[in-house]
């Protein structure tokens, strides 16, 4: 059964357009055009939960009315009262009522390829260099995913930001709401941003602008860039597939269709889980959220043949690299662990404790006292919310840090005394993000940042910490790491995750932040 927060969440993303429409509209393609980008084109539920007669059953209509003209602070709904009239609101509400989940919407390569837009036909006539101040390597770019107030619109956009000076330094549109920023690892160019409905967009950083996108699917946040910036995978939660894109044309080259043998012995057709490149070697490694596997592609052979780990979870989701990007840490949610993989050997390493409901966002690993450190957030409802450390040489818990609810990405770096974890549960804590000292494994600090907490994330040099203040703070707001004393803030409408180029180039990709100095 839905609670009411999840369930203001889901209608808010439901009428996001809030396009006017008669009483004899199709509200099927309501649905369709503005909220199945968070509710599934297939009405199963995907950043927000499932709207359909079988989860809404029982629901009052009255009640649901009253969620949808008053919103609610604790999720990304605002109030609808005034935007649209009381008909339309009534209408949309039975519409869901009376609709059943339905089949899997195809998105075939041949769609891709029709959906492939050239916004700049001849690429040689961008500025050789960046338009405005950077460092050379584009090491202190920071970008943002703006998902704009209603999820689309013109506050959907990718913003970035000169860590060094916390200014604005672009904007790009993206329709709808930009979910990952991916950075090309060879060429500092070359940006990728991929929205909650599946375009990517290919973006020049030197001018700031899209020049192509294409849709990938329906929905579904996975992404990844080669080391050699040659490939992108993309993944889809709708339909279940993932294909693999030339990363300079965007052109689709081969599609995987997702599925498999759970841990429990069933076929299953699947979500498709994080995608991931990594410096060891020219790979993917891709989740299959519910087959519970994990598939290694090679894209140096013909065809892009398939390594198969399986039986590594239930409801695997989001992975950091470590140890040069040979060693994938994955979280499973339903088993409430962290799984270990070996990507050189191509097998599972050890199961680790993770606290209930593990989500590891981008991956938190430093060097403390010569171990390598790895620390997990964990969002379920548990008796006691902790963060969980692991010894990433040993690939042993060392502890479980207790915190004031639930967590979902945790930020580290050499250069930061802290970890910071941003606490998301429902209430005023979720305006928090908690600091723990990476020497004494205890919370010795915690800032309020004015909004809703979400994705801290350290500038390359590890001197700023920034965090989004979405759900009504509109801000990105930046501390000095040490001092922790705020430095500015930049706005925008509802941000959501923070990219820091130095970052992916490092230490998501299998260098630990202190590894990312001596590179240096």
């Known amino acids: 059964m839905l609670n009411k927060s999840l369930l203001a ?6 009428l996001s357009s809030g396009v006017a ?3 004899s509209d199709d509200f099927h393609k309501l649905y369709q055009d503005n909220c199945a980008s968070c509710h599934g084109s297939d009405h199963g539920g995907y950043l927000a939960p499932a709207l359909n007669s079988a989860t809404l059953k029982g629901r009052s209509p009255t009640a649901l009315r009253t969620i949808v003209m008053a919103g609610s602070f604790d999720t990304l709904m605002p109030p609808f009262y005034g935007k649209l009239d009381d008909d339309q609101i009534r209408g949309v509400i039975k519409h869901l009522q009376e609709t059943p989940k339905q089949p899997n919407p195809a998105w075939t390569i041949d769609d891709m390829k029709k959906s492939l837009k050239v916004y700049v036909k001849d690429e040689s006539t961008l500025p050789a260099k960046p338009t405005f101040q950077i460092d050379d390597k584009f090491e202190n770019l920071i970008g943002v995913a703006a998902r704009g107030k209603y999820g689309r619109g013109e506050g959907s956009k990718a913003i970035f930001i000169n860590s060094s000076t916390h200014q604005k330094v672009g904007e790009v549109p993206t329709g709808t709401a930009a979910h990952i920023i991916d950075f090309n690892p060879a060429n500092p160019r070359w940006a990728y941003v991929k929205t909650d409905t599946a375009e990517i967009f290919k973006v020049d950083l030197y001018s700031m602008q899209a020049v192509r996108s294409i849709k990938t699917g329906w929905n579904g946040p996975g992404m990844g ?7 992108i995978m993309a993944g889809s939660f709708v339909p279940h597939n993932a294909v693999i894109l030339n990363a300079d044309t965007l052109e689709p080259l081969k599609t995987f269709e997702l599925e498999g043998i759970d841990p429990d012995g069933k076929h299953v057709s699947s979500d498709s889980g994080m995608i991931i490149g990594t410096p060891y070697a020219d790979i993917f490694a891709i989740a299959l959220e519910n087959a519970g596997q994990v598939w290694v592609i090679d894209l140096n052979k013909e065809g892009f043949p398939v ?29 409430s662990i962290v799984a270990a993989i070996d990507l050189e050997k191509r097998e599972i390493i050890k199961k680790l404790e993770a606290g209930c409901v593990p989500h590891v966002g981008g991956g938190s690993a430093v060097k403390v006292d010569g171990r390598t450190l790895g620390f997990g957030t964990n969002f379920g409802d548990c008796d006691k919310t902790v963060v969980s450390v692991w010894d990433l040489d040993k690939m042993e818990v060392v502890k479980q840090v207790p915190v004031s609810g639930g967590t979902e990405s945790p930020a580290a770096h050499a250069n930061a005394p802290y970890v910071a974890v941003d606490i998301i549960s429902k209430d005023r804590r979720a305006r928090t993000v908690q600091l723990i000292d990476k020497k004494t494994l205890e919370v010795a600090r915690t800032l309020d940042v004015g909004g809703h907490a979400y994705f801290p994330e350290y500038s390359a040099d590890g001197k700023f910490l920034y965090i989004s203040a979405g759900y009504n703070g509109d801000e990105v707001v930046v501390y000095d790491s040490n001092t922790l004393q705020k430095v500015a803030t930049v706005p925008m409408e509802s941000p959501a995750g923070i990219f820091s180029r130095g970052r992916v180039k490092y230490m998501t990709r299998g260098l630990s932040p202190d590894e990312m100095e001596q590179s240096k």
């Not at 409801?315 to 990007?325: E, K, N, P, R, V």
């Open 307 to 335: 390594t198969r780990i399986e039986k590594v979870g239930r409801h695997l989701h989001d992975a950091f690299l470590t140890h040069g990007g040979k060693k994938l840490m994955i979280a499973s949610y339903d088993d």
């Open 225 to 231: 860039v080669s080391r050699d910036g040659k490939y």
């Open 21 to 23: 429409m008669a009483k």
């Open 9 to 14: 969440s889901s209608i808010a993303m439901l």
